[in-house]
Structure formats: structure tokens, C-alpha cells
């Protein structure tokens, strides 16, 4: 009897260990090795060639994490089924199962959802998070976390698949990137994906949009959710995401059949200006004389959605811009057109005359009585998604084919719109019955709508189409947030760039507003930075140079954004710019208008300035020193032309900032300031920046007299925030409290030559309000020259 029992319990502990056994797994896929246990959690994330295991221990690892009314579920039990090559997990608390395909590539491995349900228990799922101790390095957006020997990364391997930990209901984030996050101890690797087939409520557009009804897409699952895990040596990391492009059939575009990652157009600046069929070869003419590669049109349409092109400037329509896409190519450019991706004018066949029922609505309710062509109360159900104040920018409701506008919700029952315009945007005032369906419109501030998700399907095949038959080939999907307006979060945003590119038929290049993960996989670049508010200097600056760390840690190329070429621009503005992106190895747009480029008695200099810059930029003619040096926004260079690849490279150093302010003196004592600047460069005429700071308050009468002998003077009255700058020569220009230029004024003589050594300057003005700001004044000379040519290792 006790031999018996004795037997009976050894044959279960051995069964228990054989379970246990089998239920310990382990893959290798080129570098990588992944350990699961019995309960579906890592153990190990190693790379074999240093024989570390980068797992960070000390927190949970799950293989996936399910998501059920914002509760999280980790699995209880793991299986693996090795000749069908699947894992089972499952999810004792949640009543889930969920089916993983394995499979093993030479340089990375597939994990994908076969299987998962029911699906009725699943609103999400996410893949990991994976906790790593790799924090040197952590690219958010790409999914691929470095050390400086061994690279780890997660790559979302379609549009279902998003970078992240499912961050809210819409599946949306504002964030840069979160497929990787950095922590104290290290980092996460992180993928999701949501169930669409049921109906769903989202705060969308990051939350602004409450409780907004989405409609089932069939078959969308999260089966079929597919992610790439690898690992490598860090200097091989681009290589192997190229690999994965290939091998995984993922968005992978070329120029001239290279891989636009390793293209020599990457990282590359481009004109950016309004030109028609009648003065497309004076502006390409500007392109090609500023050595940029590609003619980007600001704005050719009359109405995005259609995009009806604007016929005073391309009168022969789509044979017009053509055209002009052949000349540019004739020219060797690019051309490009700028869009705000699904952003649909008020104007759009799909708005007038007749609304099409695809267009997105925040909201609905119904229609609480019969009401005629004319009235201008439309009463409804409920208030909700009415009277939303914040972000309700056209007041628009749609019933049946008429779009009404209203002014106000009240707040009480009965619910009405009141004041309204009947027959909105061009469509036709009629009647309406009890019952019927009143939706509100998904507006933005720009007085536009928005599709739902089958409807922007079809604006991205509109665009593709225009491309197609012109020849356009660079594309900005700016406003690309506007795939929010679906509902769908940034699956909508994802699919609609992936709909241009799989309808467009020859290579292209293309940037974007906002970074995603499955769009690194299509986007050329990314360029963040506008130019609108202020000049060179004071436009976004610091917000520019810091997206750079972001391009370093996402293998993007480095481009500083947009800047403007004003009638006023300045050599030495345009020069501070350039000399900031030699130091950052980075490109540009230009905004350079036909009206500004014609005015500015300076455009073929500064053309000419912009040329030299980037191709002693792109010949990596700038050694690390120099770079760092360039870097520094105090700093300003001067580049000239000596031969072909090779240039004197001038820097300005300049003085500490001498302060003239407002005080009391006796009545008959002088009123004025004196300042000993110590000049320490070359003997050359006076060069100095003179700005009044303050909140309030003007400065005028402004004189400056230079070792008691030679006397600028400037007349003209200064508010608070206003500057000055004299370059040397007797112009000096003015500009105003954002930065933008106001003028000039011409001296009676060019200031004077000032040798090395201490001077005296003398400063007087009067000063006006409660409280009168102060001059500050910072002088400058050329310090230094050096020799640059081109790198032909670079």
C-alpha cells in the first residue's frame, strides 16, 4: 500500500516537472535569445554575442498584458505547442486565451496574435512592457534602445500595431514616441493593439472630444497584431531595421533604388515657396541657385479633400502642375505641394453642395420635432455634443444633406439650437422630420472638417491619385493629426500615410507633423519649427535644436525646420541659421516667397550664402571642434567661397553686454553713460546689437559717441522689446519685439574703423514710462579665420 502510494506520488511530481519543463521556452533569432516561463512572463532578453541578459528583474515582464475596461490582465499559465511553433497563454481572471505564432528569422523574431479570445473580453492588448537595463540611449519612437555596444529593439510590424502601452481609449498619444520609455533602472519596450470590432466610446483628439461614438470596423481584432523583437551590435542597428523592412514586407522607400535612410538626399534642405504655371522657372531658377534639392509649393489648392487645384495659379489644372513637375525634373529637383493630410475645406465637393455622409461628427442626436426649410431653432434629444464650447469652432450640424450652423445650446429642456444658419456652406435648406439624425460636425480652428475612417481611406487615394498623375514626388503630411477626427487614434494616423504610400506609383519623399512608429518605416524626415512669429534667431529656437537629440535617438535625419526668407533678411540672419545647421548636421526648409525673393536687394547673396553652407555642410568640410563652435548660438561665422570644396571660414567673437538704464542726476549734471569696451580683434569698422528690454516704456534720442570723436546717432523712437543691429555698414536695421524686421535707417556716414585695444563709448537717450526699460548693447567684431574643405571621407 505504501509502495503503491509512494509510486502514485512520484509518477505526479514527475508529471508536474515534466509540465513545468515544458512549459519553460526559449527562442534565438540571430543575436537575440527570449526566455518565457511557465507563466508567460520573460526571464531573459539576452544578446549572445556579449552573453548579457539585459532584462531589467526587478518588475514584471508579460509577454502580453491584456486590457479590459481600463484593467490590466497578466497571463496565469503559458504553453507552447513546438510543431505548430504557438504559444497559448492564459488569463485565469480575465476568462481569456490568446495564441502567439513564433517564428525564427535569421535577424529577428516574429511573435503574432493567431488567436484571442473571446473577444468580447479583450479591449486591448500590449505587448510586454518589456523592462531592459539599456537607458544610454532610448529611441521612443523607433522602438530600439542602445548602450553604446548592444542594441534591443520592438518593431510594430503593421498599422494595427501601435508604439506604446495602450495610453488611453482613442489609442493616441501627443508624445514624440513611447515605444521605448526610459526609466532610472532603464527602459521599456512597449507595443499595443485594440479591439475595433465593437462599438467603442473615446475622449478624442487627446480628450477634448468626449464620450464620442465609433462604429465597428468588422474584422478589426486585435488578432493579427505582429511585433519584430532583435538584437545586435549598436553600430549594426540601422542595417538590421533595414532587413526587417525587407524581410517583413514593411513600407521601405527608395531614391533611385536606395533606401532613403542611406540615401544621399537624407537629412538634405529644400525651398519652400507659391509659384504658378507662369513663374515656375524663376523659382526653380532660386532652387538650384541655392543648391537645395527639391521646389516645395506652399500651397497649390483651392480645397483640400478633393484637392482641387487653385486656378489662378495652374489655369490647365493637373496638365499645368505636371508641367511644372517636369521642368523641376528637367532641373534635377524634387517638386513637392503641401497639404494638411485629411483636412477638408468648408469649400470641397465633399461639403457642398451636397455633405457627404462619411464626414466625421463628434456626436449625434435626434430631431424632437418636424421642422421647415426656414426655422432657425432645431430642437433635439440632448444637449450633449452641442454644447461643447471648447474646440467648437463652426458650430455645425449636420441633418440628412443640409449643414446648419447655430450659435447657442440652451440648457434646459427643451433642447434647442438656436440662431441658425440654414443651408450652410452651400448646401440646401429643407425640411426635416421627427426623429431624423443630427449630427455634429468634427471641426478644427482652421474652418475645416474631418472624415470618418472610411472616408479618409479615399482623401489619401485623392492624393495619391494627384501624385500619380503629375508626377509630385515630396509630400508633408502636415495636420497629420488629423486622423484623430476618426476617432480611431493613431491607427488612423498610421493608416492614412500608409494608403498614400501603397496608391502612389514612383518613388517619393515625404515628412510629417507628429511622430509615429509604423510611420518611421515611411517618413524621409522630420521637420518641426516655424518661422512665422519672429526672426531667425527668436523663432522656436530652443524647441529646434532640442528635437536633434530626438533624431539622434530614432536614426531620423537632423533638420532644423521652417525659416523665413523675409524682403529684409540679412546676410548675416541668414548666416547665423546656416552656421546652426553646419553645427548640427542639419537641414532646412526655406520659406522664400516670389514677392520677398524679388524685393530683397540681397537674394542672390543669400542664395549664394545658402549654397556654399551646405555643400561645405554635406562634404563634412566642418571638423567636431568647429562644430561645437557653430553650435553655439552666440557665435556668428561668415563663410566665403575660395575654390570648389574649399572656403575661409570667419568667426565674429563679441564683448560682454554693456547696460545704459534710466537714473536721477542733479539738475545741469550730464545725463549720459560711459562704457570702456576692449576691443580683441582686428582693427574693422564698429559692428554692435543694441536692444531695449523691458516689459514697458520707450527709448529715443539715441546717440553713441565713439572715443569722444565719431557720433552714431538714431532719431527714432524704441519700444520695450525693440533692437538695433549695425553690421558695419552705415544701415542700421530695425526690429520689432518679436524679432521680425521693420525697417532701416541710413546713417549720415558708415560707423567708424575701431582698432585693438580699450575705447571710450559714450551713450545718451531719454527714456519714457512708469517703468522705462534699458539698453543693452553688445558689440562684435571678426576674431578669426580658418581654411575648410571638403571631407571626401565624410
Not at 479591449?123 to 548592444?150: F, L, M, S
Not at 523583437?229 to 531595421?241: M, N, W
Not at 542611406?262 to 504658378?276: D, M, N, Q, R, V
Request: proline share 5%.
Amino acid at each position: 500500500m505504501i509502495f503503491h502510494l509512494i509510486k502514485t506520488l512520484l509518477i505526479t511530481v514527475f508529471a508536474c516537472i515534466t509540465l513545468f519543463a515544458r512549459a519553460q521556452v526559449s527562442f534565438t533569432s540571430g543575436e537575440l535569445e527570449i526566455s518565457l516561463n511557465g507563466k508567460g512572463y520573460l526571464t531573459e532578453l539576452s544578446n549572445k554575442t556579449t552573453g548579457k541578459n539585459y532584462l531589467y528583474t526587478d518588475t514584471l515582464a508579460p509577454l502580453i498584458t491584456v486590457v479590459r475596461k481600463s484593467k490590466k490582465f497578466h497571463p496565469t499559465s503559458l504553453t507552447y505547442n513546438k510543431s505548430q511553433k504557438k504559444i497559448t497563454l492564459g488569463y485565469t481572471d480575465a476568462g481569456v486565451n490568446i495564441d502567439i505564432k513564433v517564428l525564427n528569422k535569421p535577424t529577428h523574431l516574429i511573435l503574432e496574435i493567431i488567436k484571442a479570445g473571446p473577444a468580447d473580453k479583450i479591449d486591448a492588448v500590449v505587448w510586454g512592457p518589456y523592462p531592459t537595463t539599456i537607458n544610454k540611449t532610448v529611441g521612443e519612437v523607433i522602438g530600439v534602445v542602445r548602450d553604446g555596444t548592444t542594441s534591443i529593439g520592438l518593431q510594430v510590424l503593421n498599422v494595427k500595431t501601435l508604439g506604446g502601452d495602450y495610453p488611453n481609449n482613442e489609442g493616441s498619444t501627443w508624445q514624440r514616441g513611447i515605444a521605448a520609455i526610459s526609466r532610472p533602472w532603464g527602459s521599456l519596450l512597449q507595443a499595443y493593439s485594440i479591439n475595433r470590432e465593437h462599438e467603442r466610446y473615446v475622449d478624442a483628439w487627446g480628450g477634448v472630444y468626449k464620450n464620442m461614438p465609433i462604429a465597428p470596423i468588422k474584422g478589426e481584432t486585435v488578432v493579427g497584431s505582429k511585433i519584430a523583437l532583435f538584437s545586435c551590435d549598436e553600430p549594426k542597428t540601422l542595417d538590421r531595421l533595414e532587413q526587417i523592412e525587407l524581410a517583413e514586407n514593411l513600407p521601405h522607400p527608395t531614391i533611385k533604388g536606395v533606401w532613403f535612410k542611406k540615401s544621399p538626399l537624407f537629412g538634405k534642405s529644400y525651398l519652400i515657396s507659391s509659384f504658378s504655371e507662369k513663374d515656375v522657372d524663376e523659382i526653380i531658377g532660386y532652387t538650384k541657385r541655392a543648391g537645395l534639392f527639391s521646389l516645395y509649393h506652399e500651397g497649390p489648392f483651392k480645397s483640400w479633400g478633393h484637392f482641387v487645384l487653385n486656378p489662378t495659379q495652374f489655369p490647365n489644372g493637373k496638365e499645368g502642375l505636371k508641367k511644372c513637375v517636369e521642368k523641376a525634373h528637367a532641373a534635377g529637383l524634387m517638386m513637392g505641394m503641401h497639404t494638411l493630410s485629411n483636412f477638408i475645406n468648408t469649400n470641397d465637393p465633399y461639403i457642398t453642395p451636397v455633405p457627404d455622409d462619411r464626414l466625421s461628427m463628434t456626436g449625434s442626436s435626434t430631431l424632437m420635432q418636424n421642422m421647415d426649410a426656414l426655422q432657425k431653432e432645431v430642437e433635439v434629444a440632448s444637449p450633449e455634443y452641442f454644447n461643447q464650447q471648447e474646440s467648437n469652432y463652426l458650430h455645425t450640424v449636420k441633418i440628412g444633406s443640409e449643414l446648419i450652423r447655430y450659435k447657442s445650446v440652451t440648457s434646459t429642456p427643451p433642447y434647442q439650437l438656436l440662431d441658425c444658419q440654414r443651408g450652410a456652406f452651400g448646401t440646401t435648406a429643407s425640411a426635416h422630420n421627427k426623429g431624423d439624425v443630427v449630427g455634429k460636425l468634427f471641426d478644427h480652428g482652421y474652418g475645416v472638417f474631418f472624415p470618418n475612417i472610411n472616408m479618409q481611406r479615399d482623401v489619401a487615394k485623392n492624393i495619391a491619385i494627384l501624385m500619380n498623375e503629375t508626377g509630385i514626388d515630396h509630400l508633408d503630411f502636415d495636420g497629420f493629426e488629423g486622423g484623430l477626427a476618426s476617432g480611431q487614434g493613431d491607427y488612423a494616423v498610421n493608416l492614412f500615410a500608409k494608403d498614400v504610400y501603397d496608391n502612389v506609383k514612383h518613388e517619393f519623399i515625404c515628412g510629417t507633423s507628429i511622430s509615429k512608429s509604423f510611420f518611421w518605416h515611411i517618413g524621409s524626415y522630420y521637420n518641426w519649427g516655424e518661422p512665422w512669429y519672429g526672426g531667425f534667431k527668436e523663432s522656436m529656437q530652443e524647441y529646434r535644436i532640442a528635437n536633434q537629440a530626438l533624431f539622434d535617438r530614432n536614426f531620423m535625419p537632423h533638420m532644423l525646420g521652417w525659416y523665413l526668407l523675409a524682403e529684409h533678411t540679412t546676410l548675416p540672419e541668414m548666416e547665423w541659421m546656416l552656421a546652426r545647421a553646419a553645427g548640427y548636421n542639419a537641414g532646412f526648409a526655406l520659406v522664400a516667397r516670389p514677392d520677398a525673393l524679388r524685393k530683397n536687394p540681397l537674394t542672390p547673396v543669400l542664395l549664394d550664402a545658402i549654397r556654399e553652407w551646405e555643400n561645405a555642410r554635406n562634404g563634412s568640410a566642418f571638423s567636431k571642434e568647429q562644430q561645437e563652435r557653430l553650435k553655439n548660438p552666440a557665435n556668428a561665422f561668415h563663410l566665403e567661397k575660395v575654390s570648389e570644396g574649399k572656403w575661409n571660414f570667419y568667426q565674429y567673437s563679441t564683448s560682454p553686454v554693456f547696460v545704459r538704464e534710466k537714473f536721477e542726476r542733479q539738475p545741469g549734471e550730464p545725463t549720459h553713460t560711459i562704457w570702456n569696451f576692449k576691443q580683441q580683434w582686428s582693427e574693422q569698422p564698429l559692428q554692435f546689437n543694441l536692444n531695449v528690454t523691458g516689459n514697458e516704456g520707450a527709448v529715443g534720442d539715441i546717440t553713441m559717441q565713439i572715443d569722444n570723436y565719431a557720433e552714431i546717432n538714431l532719431p527714432q523712437e524704441l519700444q520695450a522689446g525693440e533692437s538695433v543691429v549695425c553690421d558695419g555698414t552705415e544701415i542700421l536695421r530695425l526690429y520689432d519685439k518679436d524679432g521680425k524686421p521693420k525697417g532701416q535707417y541710413k546713417m549720415s556716414s558708415p560707423p567708424p574703423v575701431v582698432s585693438p585695444g580699450t575705447h571710450s563709448i559714450t551713450i545718451d537717450c531719454s527714456f519714457t514710462g512708469e517703468k522705462p526699460p534699458k539698453i543693452e548693447v553688445q558689440f562684435k567684431g571678426l576674431d578669426k579665420m580658418e581654411t575648410v574643405n571638403v571631407n571626401k571621407k565624410g
